[in-house]
């Protein structure tokens, strides 16, 4: 139909520890939640908790929201096609989702805000990635 505007949806993660607002997440379609192992860093005055990891499908104006929220030194990562979209609070880079190569502007980026490497690998499945490797537990 003339004038509708064709909404572009991404599958992503995003983790409620690192929104302003967790309960952004409730207005949001979630395809699946997994909660970390206990002593994850929660903040910067060194408490540590779980992290809890959302699932989510997501068109432009919920990504603009995701990021609005986003604390600093947490990012949410998001994929279609061969496109992944890292969101942090002040930056968003486009990369090809299976060219790890392209990733070293979103990477450089989160290490910049003092993240872990380990934390930026940005699985574009069901998986946590490192997490996994951690202990992650579902």
């Not at 970390?36 to 959302?54: E, F, K, N, Q, V």
Request: glycine share 12%; hydrophobic share 40%.
């Amino acid at each position: 139909m003339a004038g509708e505007r064709s909404e572009l949806r991404w599958r992503g993660v995003v983790i409620a520890e690192g929104l302003r607002d967790p309960a952004l997440i409730n207005g949001m379609h979630v395809v699946g939640a997994q909660i970390s192992r206990d002593g994850m860093p929660i903040d910067d005055d060194g408490a540590t908790g779980r992290w809890h990891l959302y699932w989510v499908d997501a068109g432009p104006d919920e990504l603009d929201l995701i990021q609005a929220e986003t604390v600093h030194a947490w990012y949410s990562h998001f994929w279609t096609g061969n496109r992944l979209l890292v969101i942090y609070d002040d930056a968003r880079f486009e990369l090809t989702r299976d060219d790890p190569a392209s990733w070293a502007p979103a990477v450089s980026h989160g290490l910049g805000q003092g993240l872990l490497p380990e934390w930026l690998d940005f699985p574009t499945d069901d998986s946590t990635g490192t997490l996994d490797e951690g202990g992650a537990s579902g």
